[in-house]
């Protein structure tokens, strides 16, 4: 299953405009910090990151309900958890506690998400490997002195990164991403796309 050109281009554009928004809540909240910040606290390769990070979040996320035979999600089921994601997001920079009780916060969130999803076992795959992926990168990124995370715990990240953008994103965002990828692939019905 493959996005069409024009919705390969609208999953770049809003993974490049929105994750950038969403690192603006961890950068503007003293969360991170780039050596180097161009535009509103970000470095200049943030867009590019995050546009190619949510467009694989959204060709992962149709592929595996694809594979799972998932349900078709509702229109506004698409909208209410990508918002609830950016509230996730801004949680994680903004909430006053520790680490620890930041990610007891972002796994609830994600089970939240995916009990208003699909319930699948994709979706749950598609978050874990995320959650995998997702901060190895990071830890790379830390390492090569590209951005710093203020309050890491272990390699130079904190303890609840896996559970925002990595394990949230898949029911939180990734269904937004793959309509904007595949529209009626992932709608309820013709007019729902």
């Known amino acids: 299953m493959r996005p069409t050109l024009a919705g390969s281009l609208k999953m770049l554009a809003m993974g490049a405009a929105g994750g950038t928004v969403l690192d603006g809540f961890h950068s503007h909240s003293g969360t991170i910090s780039y050596p180097d910040p161009v535009f509103s606290m970000e470095a200049w390769w943030v867009p590019l990151l995050f546009a ?4 694989l979040l959204g060709v992962s ?5 694809k594979l799972s035979g ?8 698409r909208w209410t958890c990508a918002l609830a994601f950016g509230v996730l997001y801004f949680a994680s920079g903004y909430l006053p506690v520790s680490n620890a009780v930041k990610l007891g916060v972002l796994v609830a969130g994600f089970l939240v998400l995916w009990l208003a999803t699909d319930r699948s076992w994709g979706t749950v795959a598609v978050g874990l490997l995320a959650a995998v992926l997702g901060p ?14 203020l309050q890491p715990d272990v390699a130079g990240i904190p303890m609840w990164l896996p559970g925002l953008f990595y394990l949230a994103s898949a029911p939180g965002a990734g269904p937004l991403m ?6 009626h692939a992932t709608a309820t019905h013709p007019s729902a796309a």
């Open 52 to 55: 190619g990070a949510y467009t």
């Open 136 to 149: 190895t990168t990071e830890v790379v990124l830390v390492h090569l002195h590209l951005f710093a995370h």
């Open 61 to 65: 996320w149709a592929l595996a309900r």
């Open 70 to 77: 998932a349900a078709p999600i509702a229109p506004v089921a």
């Open 178 to 183: 793959a309509w904007l990828g595949h529209g």
